[in-house]
């Protein structure tokens, strides 16, 4: 679903003025990787970044060449031998902050990981535990290994040792494997302690290639995917419900194929955390903590940002601020939007080059953006913008534990930050994902010179529309429901849009182009019997317009007219 395109010379022509890199500079590959090389080359898929093996910004028969003389070496069979590799860092690409201590590499924040690939007959790896193995089982630290982008095992660490089998056979096989901290660094962090491995190849273990993107989230509970598993609100908080790999960051990052990292916490915020009282909690603030691997004390080493730079930073804050700001947000806010400004000081420090965006909203607290927002225009900088994020949707979309936000709210929220930080570096983006009604305006007009009268208003809490028709004059046209603001894009889209009429009659409707109104992209009538009615259909754009759907409301007297719960998702 991609997304972010290189500039490549497609030619086999340009053969004579590449450089072949040594095989051992190429990450590791696998027979996927010569598929989708051939692709590219003979413009039967995309081309990306991740093609050029030998590094010289040329895709071509040598990148090909070279690419199986790596599939070769790795296949050859040498004298198999069992290997344990201790290596870790050295071995594996290394995603989110991690720490290389006592022998192990730890994976301290949410979604920080491992990957590389793995070649041999058999295979497994030891995962070490910290002290919060012992803690209650409700809070214990919670890992998954992925082989081959298939879930292996899903394990709450409860012991300090455990070894997790990958792949057993008699042929050999080069296997991506990813293992991945699911839980935050409150509850304790997961170590990878070694890889062991029946293997014949040289270098068994291989880090997997660096992406072009990298984004940095800081946040809050939110962030963590805090409850995302859980069976409703009402469900309170343990690291097995909480699961970065559902959280919008991660899934932002894959929308983007980028590299990621995250610094979350629960409960945490800028100028206070969360508070059941209204008083400062300054023992919860992410800024005290952003510049080490991670709050909790054996991991309060200093990061180092230089060897892992992002083009992006996302700070998702201000949701836990609030329940201290709420109380006097005219006395308190003011310094809210300061130690903002102080934050973004320190984060332009540690990422001089990166675009930064910051958001709030996901679970309301939409006082607090204008806060935010005067803290993104006193720091000035072109780089730094700012956008409220909406807030979930609790009837349809389900919530998590303890209100927090619901698989579907993460997946909504991941499709329109990926929007933010395409239109931030300016790269193209399909959109997919995107509800293009979400920033819908509404308009009713009506033919007062022929006595009809209508009364209306927008309800802002739902975005909805409520009209009502006392005298709806002659014709279906004396009066007119309007929802514009629909910016639509070539592709197709699902319309879902829920209309509550008290009476029996008929409405017509069509979407048309704003700047042509005989363009008609669809129509019909809804046929009203009291009660609701939904139109879900789907809209095939085949080019860029500005439309507006248009509602015949007149005709007839005396009834309620409502227009509410509407999406239009792009699915291609």
Known sequence: MRHLKKLFALSVAMLSIATAHPLSTIAAVTNASAHHLADALTKQGEMTMEDDYNGDRVVNGIDLTLLKRALLQEEESGEVTDQTIKDIAGSCKLIGRTLDKNDVTWLVQSGSAVECTVTGTKASVTI????????????????????????????????????????SGTANRTATVKIIHLSEANNGAVGVKQFDITSGASRPVKPTAKKDLSIE????????????????????FETGTENFTMSYAYLTAGLLNADYSAVSYSGHGIISGYTNDGSINTDSLVPDFYTVVGKPADYQTEWD??????????????????????????????????????????????NPDAHIICTVGTMGCAEVYPYIEEAVAAFGDAKVSSYLCATQDMTNDGLGADWHPSPVTHQ?????????????LGIPWDEIGLDAASDRTYEVTNDTAAGVYVSSYVNTYDNSLNVGITTGGDTPEAVQAFVSGLSLIKGEYELKLTCNVNTTTEVPYRLRSLADPDVIYLEGTLDCSGGAVTIQKTIAMTGADECEFVFDLGGKDSYQFNITAMTMFKIS
């Open 305 to 350: 940002f230089n060897a892992n730079p992002n083009d992006v930073v996302v700070i998702n804050l201000g949701t836990n601020d609030n329940t201290y700001l709420s109380k006097d947000y005219e006395g308190r806010g003011p310094s809210f939007t300061e130690a903002y400004v102080d934050f973004l000081t320190l984060i332009r420090e540690k």
């Open 128 to 167: 070490a535990g910290d002290g919060n193995v012992y803690s209650d089982a409700k809070y214990r630290p919670r890992y998954a290994v992925y082989v081959d982008d298939e879930l292996l095992t899903d394990v709450v660490m409860g012991e300090p040792e455990q070894t997790v089998q990958l792949f």
């Open 217 to 236: 989230f800081i946040g809050d509970s939110i962030t963590c995917a805090y409850g995302v598993e859980a069976d409703s609100q009402y469900v309170s």
């Open 412 to 424: 909504k929220s991941a499709y329109v930050l990926a929007d933010k930080i395409a239109d931030a």
